[in-house]
């Protein structure tokens, strides 16, 4: 059975002060793995895809990485409106998307 | 372009009633998923409809949940004689096909409220 664990479960950083946000996952031939952004009140927003080890994406201030087993999200220099929940998914040969419980992000300025 | 979008925004309803939960997919997306979100929970998957193919409802919590998708485009997921077990918010998304690792995209979703 497909699994996605992400850790920390909520993270509060000052502006400015950067961290990692993990996923660990577990599935049978994986076929892409996948970042979103939640906003309260919102539906997810796409991120990033990444399709093998060793792969890393950027966009502004995140980085996406991936492992065999698991996938890190970088924030270099967070400001407060990157605060949000981050969802990481996974999509195997079992076609479906299971997706992670999120790590919620608070950024103060 | 138009994203995804889903009606009503929120619904609130007495326990037994049955729901209508409305999404239209971005033009041209031939696969679409239906998810429920729980208060501080993940993605709960549902159903997903691929193109004329048989829909995937592997993930429908019980017989009292279905969903249809009219030419290829607009959603509809019904829960008959709802239960306060199933206040959430239900999300839809869209993507390009289901072959491919191809990124989904989700609209707002639906708060539901069973009272």
């Known amino acids: 059975e497909d699994q996605v664990t992400q850790s920390p479960e909520a993270l509060r950083l000052q502006e400015g002060e950067s961290s990692s946000l993990n996923c660990s996952y577990t599935v049978s031939g994986l076929r892409g793995l996948f970042w979103y952004r939640q906003d309260p009140g919102k539906g997810p927003e796409f991120l990033f895809t990444l399709y093998s080890a060793g792969e890393e994406k950027e966009k502004e201030r995140l980085k996406a990485t991936l492992t065999k087993k698991e996938s890190f999200l970088h924030i270099t220099a967070p400001k407060p409106e990157d605060s949000a929940t981050y969802l990481c998914?996974?999509?195997?040969?079992?076609?479906?998307?299971?997706f992670g419980p999120g790590t919620r992000l608070s950024v103060l300025p | 372009g138009a994203g995804v979008s889903q009606s009503p925004s929120n619904k609130v309803t007495e326990k037994g009633k049955d729901v209508e939960l409305r999404c239209d997919p971005i033009s041209g997306h031939t696969a679409l998923y239906w998810y429920r979100q729980s208060l501080g929970q993940g993605l709960e998957f549902l159903i997903y409809f691929q193109g004329n193919s048989a829909p995937d409802k592997s993930g429908l919590p019980s017989d009292r949940f279905s969903a249809e998708r009219t030419g290829g485009s607009v959603s509809t997921l019904t829960i008959q004689r709802t239960q306060q077990e199933d206040s959430a918010v239900y999300l839809c998304?869209?993507?390009?096909?289901?072959?491919?690792?191809?990124?989904?995209?989700f609209g707002p979703g639906t708060r539901l409220t069973v009272t």
């Open positions: 998304a869209s993507s390009l096909a289901r072959q491919g690792p191809y990124e989904q995209y």
């Open positions: 998914a996974v999509r195997g040969y079992g076609q479906n998307f299971v």
